[in-house]
């Protein structure tokens, strides 16, 4: 019976594992994430225009880390662990986009294409929030069309829009689903 009862409770819990959405999407995260990227998007527009490449390149990088940072850091107040069955399904949806952003970017950049870099990476990064945001909050996946909306304006406007079209992807994108996913859910 002792057996019996173990078995079907471990059932039960592996069963609501799998079920689970992926809470730990980072709300201040990704107002901070936004920040990062207004201020690159301001030092291109005032600094230097054709720095625009190295600056946002050093932006997503800083962001991707503090994504990170704050997606262990929201894991740990609920109590949730990071590998667990959402979390993998959301880094399963939400990688490989990723990764076809950055070959596609260097595939453009080798080619003279650079016009088409921030279009391909606000279109694939906003690929990536849709797929991995399936199996998270509902608010997720509407954030990342409103990237590939961006994605898809960049790629046909003219080049010179391209800076401003990441700040308003990266920055406000991420600052105001930011602000409502923090005060939904959770932080």
Same mark, same amino acid.
Request: net charge positive; glycine share 14%; aromatic share 10%.
């Given at each position: 019976?002792?057996?019996? %009862?173990?078995? @079907? ?14 809470? !730990?999407?980072? &709300?201040? /995260? &990704? ?5 990062? %990227? ?24 800083l962001s991707l880390s503090i994504g990170t940072l704050a997606i262990v850091e929201k894991s740990r107040r609920r109590g949730t662990p990071v590998d667990s069955p959402g979390a993998r399904r959301f880094a399963l949806g939400f990688a490989p986009p990723l990764v076809a952003? !950055?070959?596609?970017?260097? %595939? ?24 991995? #945001? ?6 997720? $996946? ?14 046909? !406007? $003219?080049?010179?829009?391209? @800076?401003?079209?990441? /700040?308003? #992807? ?18």
């Open positions: 019976m002792h057996a019996h %009862a173990t078995s @079907n409770l471990r059932f039960i819990r592996e069963t609501m594992e799998r079920a689970s959405t992926f809470t !730990a999407v980072p &709300g201040w /995260g &990704g107002v901070l994430m936004g920040l990062v %990227a207004l201020t690159a998007c301001s030092l291109c527009q005032v600094v230097s225009p054709s720095l625009w490449l190295p600056v946002w390149l050093g932006c997503g990088a952003g !950055a070959v596609l970017t260097v %595939a453009l950049l080798r080619f003279g294409l650079e016009r088409f870099v921030p279009g391909t990476l606000l279109l694939l990064y906003g690929t990536g929030v849709v797929t991995g #945001g399936t199996f998270s909050v509902r608010i997720v $996946p509407l954030m990342g069309i409103c990237f590939q909306v961006l994605g898809a304006v960049a790629l046909f !406007a $003219p080049a010179s829009y391209g @800076n401003l079209l990441m /700040g308003a #992807g990266f920055g406000l994108v991420h600052i105001a689903f930011g602000v409502v996913i923090a005060r939904r859910h959770g932080g």
